[in-house]
Protein backbone atom coordinates (compact mmCIF):
# COMPACT_ATOMS: atom_id res chain seq x y z
CA UNK A 1 0.00 0.00 0.00
CA UNK A 2 1.35 3.55 -1.07
CA UNK A 3 1.74 6.06 1.90
CA UNK A 4 1.90 9.20 0.45
CA UNK A 5 3.02 10.54 3.98
CA UNK A 6 6.65 8.70 3.80
CA UNK A 7 9.04 11.30 2.88
CA UNK A 8 11.63 8.89 1.81
CA UNK A 9 8.70 7.10 -0.58
CA UNK A 10 10.24 6.89 -4.13
CA UNK A 11 7.86 5.20 -6.49
CA UNK A 12 8.87 2.25 -8.71
CA UNK A 13 7.57 1.83 -12.19
CA UNK A 14 4.36 -0.41 -11.03
CA UNK A 15 3.52 2.13 -8.56
CA UNK A 16 2.39 5.03 -11.47
CA UNK A 17 -0.70 3.42 -12.37
CA UNK A 18 -2.38 3.44 -8.75
CA UNK A 19 -0.78 7.21 -8.08
CA UNK A 20 -2.43 8.63 -10.82
CA UNK A 21 -5.52 6.83 -10.26
CA UNK A 22 -5.47 8.24 -6.56
CA UNK A 23 -6.09 12.12 -8.19
CA UNK A 24 -9.49 11.29 -8.30
CA UNK A 25 -10.14 11.25 -4.90
CA UNK A 26 -7.27 12.55 -2.93
CA UNK A 27 -6.27 16.38 -1.68
CA UNK A 28 -5.30 18.75 -3.73
CA UNK A 29 -2.05 18.69 -1.43
CA UNK A 30 -1.88 14.72 -1.81
CA UNK A 31 -2.41 15.48 -5.92
CA UNK A 32 0.85 17.99 -5.84
CA UNK A 33 2.88 15.21 -4.31
CA UNK A 34 1.81 12.53 -6.69
CA UNK A 35 2.29 15.05 -9.84
CA UNK A 36 6.37 15.33 -8.30
CA UNK A 37 6.59 11.67 -7.51
CA UNK A 38 5.11 10.30 -10.57
CA UNK A 39 8.37 12.38 -12.27
CA UNK A 40 10.66 9.62 -11.42
CA UNK A 41 9.24 7.79 -14.33
CA UNK A 42 8.34 10.21 -16.83
CA UNK A 43 7.96 8.57 -19.75
CA UNK A 44 5.91 5.96 -18.63
CA UNK A 45 3.87 8.33 -16.55
CA UNK A 46 3.22 10.67 -19.69
CA UNK A 47 2.06 7.32 -21.62
CA UNK A 48 -0.51 6.39 -18.63
CA UNK A 49 -1.41 10.42 -17.89
CA UNK A 50 -2.28 11.24 -21.79
CA UNK A 51 -4.24 7.44 -21.79
CA UNK A 52 -6.42 8.52 -18.33
CA UNK A 53 -7.17 11.53 -20.06
CA UNK A 54 -9.86 10.74 -22.26
CA UNK A 55 -12.49 9.18 -19.62
CA UNK A 56 -11.24 10.99 -16.68
CA UNK A 57 -13.81 13.41 -14.75
CA UNK A 58 -13.10 16.45 -12.79
CA UNK A 59 -11.37 16.95 -10.22
CA UNK A 60 -9.11 14.29 -11.85
CA UNK A 61 -9.41 15.85 -15.32
CA UNK A 62 -7.38 19.05 -13.98
CA UNK A 63 -5.03 17.09 -12.22
CA UNK A 64 -3.94 14.80 -15.00
CA UNK A 65 -3.33 17.78 -17.02
CA UNK A 66 -1.12 19.62 -14.28
CA UNK A 67 1.06 16.15 -14.62
CA UNK A 68 1.14 16.22 -18.16
CA UNK A 69 2.77 19.81 -18.10
CA UNK A 70 5.30 19.13 -15.48
CA UNK A 71 6.01 16.16 -17.37
CA UNK A 72 6.66 18.17 -20.49
CA UNK A 73 8.56 20.92 -18.85
CA UNK A 74 10.73 18.18 -17.41
CA UNK A 75 11.69 16.35 -20.32
CA UNK A 76 10.23 19.23 -22.82
CA UNK A 77 9.82 18.50 -26.70
CA UNK A 78 7.23 19.75 -29.41
CA UNK A 79 5.01 16.32 -29.38
CA UNK A 80 4.75 17.01 -25.61
CA UNK A 81 3.76 20.66 -25.62
CA UNK A 82 1.79 20.13 -28.78
CA UNK A 83 -0.04 17.78 -26.87
CA UNK A 84 -0.75 19.95 -23.90
CA UNK A 85 -1.77 23.00 -26.47
CA UNK A 86 -4.18 20.58 -27.88
CA UNK A 87 -6.47 20.95 -24.32
CA UNK A 88 -6.60 24.55 -24.62
CA UNK A 89 -10.43 23.62 -26.29
CA UNK A 90 -11.24 21.07 -23.43
CA UNK A 91 -14.91 20.66 -22.56
CA UNK A 92 -13.73 20.77 -18.91
CA UNK A 93 -12.58 25.05 -17.52
CA UNK A 94 -10.35 23.53 -14.83
CA UNK A 95 -8.38 21.23 -17.65
CA UNK A 96 -8.39 23.92 -20.19
CA UNK A 97 -6.95 26.81 -17.57
CA UNK A 98 -4.64 24.46 -16.31
CA UNK A 99 -3.37 23.67 -19.62
CA UNK A 100 -3.19 27.51 -20.32
CA UNK A 101 -1.49 28.19 -16.92
CA UNK A 102 0.96 25.43 -17.77
CA UNK A 103 1.89 26.22 -21.28
CA UNK A 104 3.64 29.46 -19.55
CA UNK A 105 6.54 27.14 -19.25
CA UNK A 106 7.20 26.90 -23.14
CA UNK A 107 10.99 27.97 -23.31
CA UNK A 108 11.68 27.00 -27.17
CA UNK A 109 11.34 29.92 -29.51
CA UNK A 110 9.93 27.88 -32.16
CA UNK A 111 7.73 26.58 -30.32
CA UNK A 112 6.61 29.84 -28.68
CA UNK A 113 5.88 31.25 -31.67
CA UNK A 114 3.27 28.70 -32.74
CA UNK A 115 1.92 28.92 -29.04
CA UNK A 116 1.55 32.70 -29.58
CA UNK A 117 -0.47 31.98 -32.72
CA UNK A 118 -2.74 29.66 -30.97
CA UNK A 119 -3.19 31.79 -27.50
CA UNK A 120 -4.37 34.95 -29.58
CA UNK A 121 -7.44 34.29 -31.36
CA UNK A 122 -8.38 32.27 -28.22
CA UNK A 123 -7.89 34.80 -25.87
CA UNK A 124 -10.00 37.13 -28.22
CA UNK A 125 -13.09 34.67 -27.99
CA UNK A 126 -12.66 34.02 -24.25
CA UNK A 127 -15.17 35.41 -22.24
CA UNK A 128 -14.77 34.78 -18.44
CA UNK A 129 -12.29 37.00 -16.78
CA UNK A 130 -10.17 34.75 -14.52
CA UNK A 131 -9.28 33.04 -17.78
CA UNK A 132 -8.46 35.88 -19.45
CA UNK A 133 -6.00 36.91 -16.63
CA UNK A 134 -4.22 33.61 -17.46
CA UNK A 135 -4.47 34.25 -21.43
CA UNK A 136 -2.48 37.58 -20.28
CA UNK A 137 0.04 35.88 -17.75
CA UNK A 138 0.95 32.79 -20.44
CA UNK A 139 0.65 35.71 -23.34
CA UNK A 140 3.48 37.57 -21.25
CA UNK A 141 5.96 34.92 -20.67
CA UNK A 142 5.84 33.26 -24.12
CA UNK A 143 4.29 35.79 -26.38
CA UNK A 144 6.68 38.68 -28.80
CA UNK A 145 5.56 41.44 -30.30
CA UNK A 146 2.35 40.57 -31.63
CA UNK A 147 1.32 40.01 -27.92
CA UNK A 148 3.31 42.68 -26.93
CA UNK A 149 1.07 45.17 -29.64
CA UNK A 150 -2.19 43.07 -28.48
CA UNK A 151 -1.79 43.86 -24.75
CA UNK A 152 -0.98 47.33 -25.11
CA UNK A 153 -3.56 48.31 -27.10
CA UNK A 154 -5.90 46.19 -23.83
CA UNK A 155 -7.76 48.29 -21.43
CA UNK A 156 -10.00 46.74 -18.55
CA UNK A 157 -12.38 47.74 -16.03
CA UNK A 158 -11.11 45.13 -13.87
CA UNK A 159 -8.16 46.09 -11.37
CA UNK A 160 -7.12 42.28 -11.19
CA UNK A 161 -6.99 42.04 -14.96
CA UNK A 162 -4.91 45.95 -14.90
CA UNK A 163 -2.93 44.63 -12.48
CA UNK A 164 -1.76 40.90 -14.71
CA UNK A 165 -2.01 43.56 -17.63
CA UNK A 166 1.11 45.41 -16.08
CA UNK A 167 2.71 42.20 -15.03
CA UNK A 168 2.96 41.27 -18.58
CA UNK A 169 3.98 43.99 -20.34
CA UNK A 170 6.77 44.12 -18.19
CA UNK A 171 7.74 40.96 -19.42
CA UNK A 172 7.27 41.22 -22.47
CA UNK A 173 9.92 44.42 -22.45
CA UNK A 174 12.58 41.94 -22.86
CA UNK A 175 12.26 41.70 -26.79
CA UNK A 176 13.05 45.59 -26.40
CA UNK A 177 16.56 44.89 -25.74
CA UNK A 178 18.31 42.25 -27.81
CA UNK A 179 19.92 39.30 -26.90
CA UNK A 180 22.05 38.75 -23.62
CA UNK A 181 25.59 38.71 -23.77
CA UNK A 182 27.92 36.39 -22.21
CA UNK A 183 30.74 37.62 -20.02
CA UNK A 184 34.14 36.12 -20.62
CA UNK A 185 34.52 32.53 -18.56
CA UNK A 186 38.37 33.80 -17.87
CA UNK A 187 36.79 37.32 -16.07
CA UNK A 188 37.62 38.13 -12.99
CA UNK A 189 35.77 40.45 -10.92
CA UNK A 190 38.17 43.60 -9.25
CA UNK A 191 36.59 43.51 -5.90
CA UNK A 192 36.61 40.66 -3.34
CA UNK A 193 33.17 39.03 -3.26
CA UNK A 194 31.69 36.68 -0.10
CA UNK A 195 30.07 33.65 -1.86
CA UNK A 196 29.00 30.67 -0.61
CA UNK A 197 29.74 27.56 -2.52
CA UNK A 198 26.52 25.66 -2.30
CA UNK A 199 26.28 21.38 -2.90
CA UNK A 200 24.31 18.59 -1.63
CA UNK A 201 24.49 18.41 2.32
CA UNK A 202 27.32 16.48 3.81
CA UNK A 203 29.79 17.20 0.59
CA UNK A 204 31.35 20.12 1.73
CA UNK A 205 34.79 18.94 2.70
CA UNK A 206 34.89 17.91 -0.78
CA UNK A 207 34.68 21.11 -1.57
CA UNK A 208 37.22 22.05 0.67
CA UNK A 209 39.51 19.35 -0.18
CA UNK A 210 39.83 21.04 -4.04
CA UNK A 211 38.92 24.31 -3.38
CA UNK A 212 42.29 27.39 -3.58
CA UNK A 213 44.13 28.46 -0.64
CA UNK A 214 43.46 31.85 -1.56
CA UNK A 215 39.69 31.26 -0.86
CA UNK A 216 39.81 30.99 2.87
CA UNK A 217 37.05 28.36 1.81
CA UNK A 218 35.38 27.24 5.47
CA UNK A 219 32.56 25.50 6.60
CA UNK A 220 28.89 27.26 6.63
CA UNK A 221 25.57 25.96 6.41
CA UNK A 222 24.41 22.27 5.62
CA UNK A 223 25.89 21.99 1.78
CA UNK A 224 27.54 25.47 1.90
CA UNK A 225 31.07 26.80 2.16
CA UNK A 226 31.61 30.15 2.27
CA UNK A 227 34.47 32.06 0.52
CA UNK A 228 35.88 35.64 0.03
CA UNK A 229 37.50 35.83 -3.38
CA UNK A 230 38.55 37.44 -6.76
CA UNK A 231 37.34 34.60 -9.31
CA UNK A 232 35.96 33.91 -12.75
CA UNK A 233 33.48 31.91 -13.38
CA UNK A 234 35.26 29.08 -14.57
CA UNK A 235 37.30 28.96 -11.05
CA UNK A 236 34.47 28.85 -9.61
CA UNK A 237 32.75 26.02 -11.03
CA UNK A 238 36.01 23.99 -11.58
CA UNK A 239 34.69 21.51 -9.01
CA UNK A 240 31.89 19.86 -10.65
CA UNK A 241 30.44 19.12 -6.44
CA UNK A 242 29.58 23.02 -6.64
CA UNK A 243 25.87 22.97 -7.56
CA UNK A 244 25.49 26.88 -7.72
CA UNK A 245 27.25 30.12 -6.27
CA UNK A 246 25.38 32.74 -4.53
CA UNK A 247 27.01 36.03 -3.69
CA UNK A 248 26.10 37.61 -0.36
CA UNK A 249 24.66 41.20 -1.06
CA UNK A 250 24.72 43.95 1.76
CA UNK A 251 22.12 43.72 4.36
CA UNK A 252 19.52 46.24 3.87
CA UNK A 253 16.76 48.02 6.44
CA UNK A 254 13.07 47.32 5.49
CA UNK A 255 11.84 50.29 6.84
CA UNK A 256 9.25 50.84 9.50
CA UNK A 257 6.11 49.58 6.63
CA UNK A 258 8.42 46.35 6.16
CA UNK A 259 7.87 47.05 2.17
CA UNK A 260 10.14 45.18 0.68
CA UNK A 261 10.63 46.74 -2.68
CA UNK A 262 12.88 49.52 -2.02
CA UNK A 263 15.24 46.78 -0.51
CA UNK A 264 14.93 44.74 -3.81
CA UNK A 265 16.16 48.10 -5.82
CA UNK A 266 18.88 48.63 -3.65
CA UNK A 267 20.86 45.04 -4.09
CA UNK A 268 20.57 44.86 -7.26
CA UNK A 269 21.64 48.82 -7.62
CA UNK A 270 24.67 47.65 -4.98
CA UNK A 271 28.64 47.34 -6.28
CA UNK A 272 28.36 43.56 -5.01
CA UNK A 273 25.16 42.77 -7.65
CA UNK A 274 26.57 44.84 -10.59
CA UNK A 275 29.90 43.42 -10.19
CA UNK A 276 28.97 39.84 -9.98
CA UNK A 277 26.08 40.53 -13.22
CA UNK A 278 29.47 41.76 -14.96
CA UNK A 279 31.65 39.21 -14.65
CA UNK A 280 29.09 36.15 -14.16
CA UNK A 281 26.44 37.23 -16.78
CA UNK A 282 27.20 39.72 -19.16
CA UNK A 283 26.93 43.26 -20.09
CA UNK A 284 23.32 42.47 -20.26
CA UNK A 285 22.18 40.53 -17.87
CA UNK A 286 19.09 38.74 -17.89
CA UNK A 287 18.12 37.83 -13.90
CA UNK A 288 14.87 36.53 -12.07
CA UNK A 289 13.96 37.08 -8.40
CA UNK A 290 12.76 34.79 -6.28
CA UNK A 291 11.81 35.56 -2.28
CA UNK A 292 11.18 32.42 0.34
CA UNK A 293 9.26 32.69 3.48
CA UNK A 294 7.79 36.14 4.82
CA UNK A 295 4.61 35.93 3.12
CA UNK A 296 3.16 37.07 -0.07
CA UNK A 297 5.14 39.96 -1.64
CA UNK A 298 3.85 40.04 -5.32
CA UNK A 299 3.11 43.78 -5.19
CA UNK A 300 5.95 44.78 -3.63
CA UNK A 301 8.25 42.40 -6.31
CA UNK A 302 6.12 44.70 -9.03
CA UNK A 303 7.26 48.02 -7.79
CA UNK A 304 10.30 46.86 -7.06
CA UNK A 305 10.46 45.34 -11.18
CA UNK A 306 8.89 48.56 -12.23
CA UNK A 307 11.85 50.65 -10.88
CA UNK A 308 14.59 48.44 -11.65
CA UNK A 309 13.57 49.00 -15.42
CA UNK A 310 14.03 52.62 -15.43
CA UNK A 311 16.99 52.51 -12.95
CA UNK A 312 18.62 49.25 -14.70
CA UNK A 313 18.03 49.43 -18.18
CA UNK A 314 20.47 46.97 -19.03
CA UNK A 315 19.64 44.48 -16.11
CA UNK A 316 16.30 42.45 -17.98
CA UNK A 317 14.26 40.76 -15.91
CA UNK A 318 13.75 37.47 -17.60
CA UNK A 319 12.59 34.49 -15.67
CA UNK A 320 12.35 32.27 -18.63
CA UNK A 321 16.39 32.59 -19.57
CA UNK A 322 17.71 33.63 -16.61
CA UNK A 323 21.77 34.18 -15.94
CA UNK A 324 21.10 34.87 -11.93
CA UNK A 325 18.48 34.53 -9.55
CA UNK A 326 18.43 37.31 -6.47
CA UNK A 327 16.92 35.21 -3.73
CA UNK A 328 15.62 37.18 -1.10
CA UNK A 329 15.28 35.38 2.12
CA UNK A 330 12.02 36.99 4.57
CA UNK A 331 11.58 36.36 8.41
CA UNK A 332 9.79 38.14 11.23
CA UNK A 333 13.74 39.64 12.20
CA UNK A 334 14.25 40.73 8.46
CA UNK A 335 15.21 39.99 4.65
CA UNK A 336 18.91 39.30 3.34
CA UNK A 337 19.54 38.54 -0.27
CA UNK A 338 22.19 36.92 -2.64
CA UNK A 339 22.29 36.40 -6.51
CA UNK A 340 22.72 32.99 -7.00
CA UNK A 341 24.94 31.80 -10.21
CA UNK A 342 24.23 28.35 -11.58
CA UNK A 343 26.15 26.59 -14.32
CA UNK A 344 23.97 23.59 -15.11
CA UNK A 345 25.58 23.23 -18.69
CA UNK A 346 27.76 20.84 -17.01
CA UNK A 347 25.72 18.59 -16.56
CA UNK A 348 23.86 19.05 -20.28
CA UNK A 349 24.14 15.06 -20.92
CA UNK A 350 21.74 13.72 -18.24
CA UNK A 351 18.31 14.00 -20.45
CA UNK A 352 17.38 10.53 -19.48
CA UNK A 353 16.45 10.19 -15.54
CA UNK A 354 15.56 7.17 -13.50
CA UNK A 355 13.69 6.82 -10.28
CA UNK A 356 16.04 8.11 -7.10
CA UNK A 357 19.19 8.64 -9.94
CA UNK A 358 22.40 10.48 -8.61
CA UNK A 359 22.65 14.23 -9.37
CA UNK A 360 25.75 14.57 -11.26
CA UNK A 361 27.02 16.85 -8.23
CA UNK A 362 26.75 13.53 -5.91
CA UNK A 363 28.78 11.31 -8.75
CA UNK A 364 31.30 14.16 -8.95
CA UNK A 365 32.25 13.80 -4.88
CA UNK A 366 32.44 9.96 -5.37
CA UNK A 367 34.87 10.38 -8.60
CA UNK A 368 36.74 13.24 -6.52
CA UNK A 369 37.02 10.75 -3.47
CA UNK A 370 38.24 8.03 -5.58
CA UNK A 371 41.05 9.97 -7.48
CA UNK A 372 41.72 9.92 -11.08
CA UNK A 373 44.34 7.17 -12.14
CA UNK A 374 44.48 6.91 -16.24
CA UNK A 375 45.12 3.35 -15.89
CA UNK A 376 41.77 2.70 -14.04
CA UNK A 377 39.14 0.53 -15.08
CA UNK A 378 36.11 1.42 -13.35
CA UNK A 379 32.53 -0.62 -12.92
CA UNK A 380 29.32 0.41 -11.54
CA UNK A 381 27.57 -2.37 -10.52
CA UNK A 382 24.13 -0.41 -10.22
CA UNK A 383 24.38 1.86 -13.06
CA UNK A 384 21.32 3.31 -13.22
CA UNK A 385 21.38 6.74 -15.59
CA UNK A 386 25.30 6.22 -15.74
CA UNK A 387 25.94 9.34 -14.46
CA UNK A 388 28.83 7.88 -11.91
CA UNK A 389 30.75 6.40 -14.90
CA UNK A 390 30.10 9.60 -17.05
CA UNK A 391 31.73 11.84 -14.59
CA UNK A 392 34.44 9.62 -14.16
CA UNK A 393 35.15 9.57 -17.46
CA UNK A 394 34.66 13.53 -17.57
CA UNK A 395 37.30 13.94 -14.87
CA UNK A 396 40.67 12.49 -16.65
CA UNK A 397 42.27 9.27 -18.41
CA UNK A 398 41.00 5.81 -17.80
CA UNK A 399 41.03 2.63 -19.60
CA UNK A 400 37.50 1.04 -19.48
CA UNK A 401 34.63 1.95 -18.21
CA UNK A 402 31.60 -1.02 -17.06
CA UNK A 403 28.31 -0.78 -16.25
CA UNK A 404 25.86 -3.41 -15.52
CA UNK A 405 22.44 -3.48 -14.22
CA UNK A 406 19.19 -5.41 -13.81
CA UNK A 407 16.75 -2.61 -15.37
CA UNK A 408 16.23 -2.20 -19.40
CA UNK A 409 14.82 0.98 -18.41
CA UNK A 410 17.98 1.88 -16.68
CA UNK A 411 20.35 1.05 -19.31
CA UNK A 412 18.13 2.71 -21.65
CA UNK A 413 18.49 6.20 -19.74
CA UNK A 414 22.63 5.42 -19.53
CA UNK A 415 23.24 4.35 -22.82
CA UNK A 416 20.94 7.92 -24.02
CA UNK A 417 23.21 9.80 -21.57
CA UNK A 418 26.54 8.51 -22.77
CA UNK A 419 26.36 9.11 -25.90
CA UNK A 420 25.20 12.54 -25.13
CA UNK A 421 28.85 12.77 -23.13
CA UNK A 422 30.80 11.90 -26.00
CA UNK A 423 32.80 9.65 -23.93
CA UNK A 424 34.48 6.26 -25.21
CA UNK A 425 35.05 2.71 -23.98
CA UNK A 426 31.89 3.23 -22.14
CA UNK A 427 29.92 -1.12 -21.91
CA UNK A 428 26.63 -1.08 -20.70
CA UNK A 429 25.20 -4.40 -19.75
CA UNK A 430 21.91 -6.09 -18.69
CA UNK A 431 23.03 -8.24 -15.83
CA UNK A 432 23.63 -8.91 -11.50
CA UNK A 433 25.73 -6.64 -9.48
CA UNK A 434 26.42 -10.51 -7.96
CA UNK A 435 27.46 -12.56 -10.95
CA UNK A 436 30.65 -10.27 -10.23
CA UNK A 437 33.05 -8.03 -12.18
CA UNK A 438 34.21 -7.67 -15.31
CA UNK A 439 38.08 -8.41 -15.57
CA UNK A 440 40.71 -6.16 -13.92
CA UNK A 441 38.37 -3.65 -12.29
CA UNK A 442 40.23 -1.10 -10.49
CA UNK A 443 37.65 1.03 -9.60
CA UNK A 444 34.05 0.57 -8.98
CA UNK A 445 31.93 3.70 -8.25
CA UNK A 446 28.49 3.21 -7.32
CA UNK A 447 25.31 4.67 -5.55
CA UNK A 448 23.39 2.02 -5.05
CA UNK A 449 19.46 1.53 -5.23
CA UNK A 450 17.57 2.84 -2.30
CA UNK A 451 13.59 3.79 -1.08
CA UNK A 452 11.17 1.16 -2.62
CA UNK A 453 13.11 1.20 -5.56
CA UNK A 454 14.55 -2.00 -3.83
CA UNK A 455 13.00 -5.14 -3.11
CA UNK A 456 14.34 -8.12 -2.10
CA UNK A 457 12.31 -9.81 0.00
CA UNK A 458 15.67 -8.74 2.82
CA UNK A 459 17.18 -6.24 4.02
CA UNK A 460 19.18 -4.18 1.55
CA UNK A 461 21.71 -3.08 3.99
CA UNK A 462 22.22 -7.30 4.49
CA UNK A 463 22.32 -7.46 0.83
CA UNK A 464 25.25 -5.12 0.34
CA UNK A 465 26.98 -6.36 2.76
CA UNK A 466 27.23 -9.79 1.04
CA UNK A 467 27.67 -7.62 -2.27
CA UNK A 468 30.97 -6.58 -0.44
CA UNK A 469 32.00 -10.04 0.91
CA UNK A 470 31.99 -11.58 -2.30
CA UNK A 471 33.28 -8.60 -4.71
CA UNK A 472 36.59 -8.53 -2.42
CA UNK A 473 38.05 -11.85 -3.45
CA UNK A 474 37.11 -11.02 -6.85
CA UNK A 475 39.53 -7.68 -7.24
CA UNK A 476 43.48 -7.41 -7.25
CA UNK A 477 45.07 -5.50 -3.89
CA UNK A 478 45.32 -1.89 -5.02
CA UNK A 479 41.30 -2.19 -6.09
CA UNK A 480 39.08 0.61 -4.04
CA UNK A 481 35.72 1.26 -4.14
CA UNK A 482 34.22 4.70 -3.55
CA UNK A 483 30.05 4.12 -2.88
CA UNK A 484 27.46 5.48 -1.08
CA UNK A 485 26.33 3.04 1.94
CA UNK A 486 22.95 3.39 3.99
CA UNK A 487 24.13 1.95 6.36
CA UNK A 488 27.60 1.33 7.54
CA UNK A 489 27.15 -0.44 10.48
CA UNK A 490 25.85 -3.80 8.56
CA UNK A 491 27.91 -3.28 5.53
CA UNK A 492 31.37 -2.47 7.29
CA UNK A 493 30.94 -6.28 8.43
CA UNK A 494 30.78 -7.38 4.60
CA UNK A 495 33.57 -5.06 3.45
CA UNK A 496 35.96 -6.12 6.27
CA UNK A 497 35.26 -9.96 5.77
CA UNK A 498 35.99 -8.96 1.65
CA UNK A 499 39.50 -7.68 2.76
CA UNK A 500 38.92 -4.26 2.10
CA UNK A 501 40.19 -1.71 4.59
CA UNK A 502 37.16 0.78 5.67
CA UNK A 503 37.73 4.92 5.39
CA UNK A 504 34.34 6.36 6.10
CA UNK A 505 34.17 10.07 5.24
CA UNK A 506 31.14 11.72 5.98
CA UNK A 507 27.21 11.46 6.03
CA UNK A 508 25.49 12.62 3.07
CA UNK A 509 21.67 13.75 2.76
CA UNK A 510 20.21 12.93 -0.29
CA UNK A 511 16.44 14.35 0.14
CA UNK A 512 15.92 12.46 3.12
CA UNK A 513 18.05 9.11 3.22
CA UNK A 514 21.03 9.84 5.52
CA UNK A 515 23.86 8.10 3.33
CA UNK A 516 27.79 7.59 4.39
CA UNK A 517 29.99 8.01 1.54
CA UNK A 518 32.81 5.82 1.91
CA UNK A 519 36.31 4.29 0.21
CA UNK A 520 37.12 1.12 0.79
CA UNK A 521 40.24 -0.07 -0.57
CA UNK A 522 42.22 -3.42 -0.98
CA UNK A 523 45.39 -2.80 -0.33
CA UNK A 524 45.96 -4.52 2.43
CA UNK A 525 44.44 -6.19 5.04
CA UNK A 526 44.63 -4.02 7.91
CA UNK A 527 41.31 -2.92 9.52
CA UNK A 528 40.97 0.96 10.37
CA UNK A 529 37.95 3.11 10.86
CA UNK A 530 38.70 7.32 10.96
CA UNK A 531 36.43 9.83 10.24
CA UNK A 532 37.62 12.36 7.72
Known amino acids: MINLEDRGYTPARRDVAELLARLATCDDKDAARIERLVAAHPDHAWRLASASLGAALAPARGRLVDVMVSLAALEPSAERWRAVMALLDDADPKARRNALIGLARVDDP ?20 DHRRSFIATLGRVGGAASAARLRALTSDDPLTRKELERALLRLARHDVGEAREAPRSLRPTRWLKVSLCTTPGLEAVILKTAPTAWGARLGAP ?12 ELFASRVVRSVAVALPRVSRGPDGDLAPCIVQWMRSDEAQEALRCYAGARPRWALRVVGGGQHRAAIDRALATLREALPQCLNDPRSAQAWLEVRVDRLGAEAALVFEDDDRYRYRTAMVAAASHPAVAAA ?4 AEIRPDDRVWDPFCGSGVELIERGLAGPYAALYGTDRSAEALAAARTNVANSGLDGVSLREGD ?5 PPDISLVLTNPPLGHRVDFGVRWSDHL ?3 LNTLGPRLAPGARMVWLSPDPRVTDAGARAGGF ?14 LVLQRLDRANLRHDRRRG
Do not use: I
Open 110 to 129: ALAAELEAALLPRFEAEPRP
Open 223 to 234: GVCLATLKASRD
Open 501 to 514: SVVSYFDVDLGGHR
Open 465 to 467: ARF
Open 433 to 437: AFEGP
Open 366 to 369: LVTV
